[in-house]
């Protein structure tokens, strides 16, 4: 009886060990299975960080693209409307505004004014001496 039982602890704690291999086993499959789904994982992210960098250039340089004809389009819309004529005038109208007003200051005027009678009046008396002396 001794031995029966000895036989049947001996053959549980094979069962037993047998059990432990098993899930060892399983626990081995499984670990593989996880380090295979990480590095595909990896590898999925890797690719789309790929993607990502190669998709940004290509927006960006869309984008600078799209900036520099833009430009260039304003700038033949702004010689097409001849801005740059518009403000070379504004600013020479401006000038003759200074010049004008520096000019047309009243000492000025009143300088311009008596010399233009004075030179009224001298012609006024070369016209008499002319008809004194004809």
Request: hydrophobic letters at 40%; aromatic letters at 2%; charged letters at 25%.
């Amino acid at each position: 009886m001794l031995t029966d039982l000895l036989g049947q602890i001996y053959q549980r704690i094979a069962q037993l060990g047998q059990a432990i291999q098993g899930l060892k086993n399983t626990l081995e499959e499984l670990n593989q299975n996880i380090e295979q789904k990480i590095s595909n994982l990896n590898e999925k992210i890797s690719d789309f960080s790929r993607e990502i960098n190669i998709t940004q250039t290509i927006h960006i340089d869309a984008l600078k693209e799209i900036g520099l004809g833009m430009k260039n389009e304003f700038e033949g819309i702004r010689q097409g409307l001849a801005l740059d004529s518009f403000q070379k005038m504004i600013s020479s109208l401006k000038d003759l505004e200074k010049l004008a007003s520096e000019v047309l200051n009243q000492d000025t005027v009143n300088l311009l004014l008596s010399e233009a009678i004075e030179s009224v009046n001298k012609l006024k008396e070369n016209l008499r001496e002319e008809e004194v002396s004809g």
